[in-house]
C-alpha cells in the first residue's frame, strides 16, 4: 500500500522568498503524484501531477515539482512567495496500474506568507 | 460551466439523526469518490464509485452509506452509527481510473456539524 509524508504541518516564508513544501512517498510500484492546493473552506485544486516522462513538472501559478526516485520525493517549490500563495497544501499519491480506490493523501502542509 | 457540485454548503445535523450529502457532476467522469477532512488529518477516503450501481468502502466506510443509481450522482448519507461525524466532507470525480495517472476533480465541500 502507499503513502504519503509531508514534512512540517506549517511552512512560514516572508514575500519574496522562495517556497520549498517537502513530500516524500511509498509505493511499491512506480507512483503517479500530485500536489493540490485548498484555500480555506474550498474544495481542493490540482497544481500540478507527475506520471510518466520528465521528471521536473511544471504547473500552474508558478509551482514546479521534480520527481526523485532515488530519494522517493516530489517537493513542491516556487521561486518567489505571494501572498495569495497562503493556503494548505497536500500532496498524494496513486500506484500505477491500481485500481479505482482513489488517491492516498498526505496530511497537508499550511503555508504561511509574512509581508 | 461542467463540474462538481456539492450541498448543502453548511450542514447541522442533531444526533440520532441521518442525513445525507449530495454530490452532482456533469463532466462525465465514470469514477467518483468521497473523502473525509478532519484538521491536521489530511483526507481519507469514505466510499468510492467505480460504475453506476457498484460502489466500494473506503478505509474510513463504518458509519456511511452511499449510493449510485446515475452516474452523475453520488450521494453520501451519514448515519446515526458514525459516532463523530463533525467534519468537512469532500466529493471528487475522475475520468478513469487514478491508478491510470487520471487526477480527481473536487467539490466545494459540505461542512457538516453535530448539535
Known amino acids: 500500500a502507499q503513502s504519503v509524508t509531508q514534512l512540517g504541518s506549517h511552512v512560514s516564508v516572508s514575500e519574496g522568498a522562495l517556497v520549498l513544501l517537502r513530500c516524500n512517498y511509498s509505493s511499491s510500484v512506480p507512483p503517479y503524484l500530485f500536489w493540490y492546493v485548498q484555500y480555506p473552506n474550498q474544495g481542493l485544486q490540482l497544481l500540478l501531477k507527475?506520471?510518466?516522462?520528465?521528471?521536473l513538472v511544471k504547473g500552474i501559478n508558478g509551482f514546479e515539482a521534480e520527481f526523485k526516485k532515488s530519494e522517493t520525493s516530489f517537493h513542491l517549490t516556487k521561486p518567489s512567495a505571494h501572498m495569495s500563495d497562503a493556503a494548505e497544501y497536500f500532496c498524494a499519491v496513486s500506484e500505477s496500474g491500481g485500481g479505482a480506490d482513489g488517491l492516498t493523501f498526505g496530511k497537508g502542509t499550511h503555508l504561511i506568507i509574512q509581508p | 460551466d461542467g463540474g462538481i457540485t456539492q450541498s448543502p454548503k453548511y450542514l447541522f445535523r442533531k444526533e440520532g439523526q441521518n442525513v445525507t450529502l449530495s454530490c452532482e457532476q456533469n463532466?462525465?467522469?465514470?469514477?467518483m469518490y468521497w473523502y473525509r477532512q478532519d484538521p491536521g488529518q489530511g483526507l481519507r477516503l469514505i466510499y468510492y464509485s467505480q460504475i453506476v450501481n457498484d460502489f466500494q468502502k473506503g478505509d474510513i466506510a463504518e458509519g456511511y452509506s452511499v449510493s449510485r443509481e446515475k452516474k452523475e450522482s453520488f450521494p453520501l448519507t451519514v448515519t446515526s452509527a458514525q459516532k463523530n461525524p463533525t467534519a468537512f466532507y469532500l466529493c471528487?470525480?475522475?475520468?478513469?481510473?487514478?491508478?491510470?495517472?487520471?487526477?480527481?476533480?473536487f467539490g466545494q465541500g459540505t461542512r457538516l456539524t453535530v448539535v
Open positions: 471528487a470525480s475522475s475520468i478513469d481510473q487514478v491508478g491510470r495517472g487520471t487526477e480527481a476533480f
Open positions: 463532466l462525465n467522469h465514470d469514477a
Open positions: 507527475y506520471t510518466t516522462g520528465a521528471t
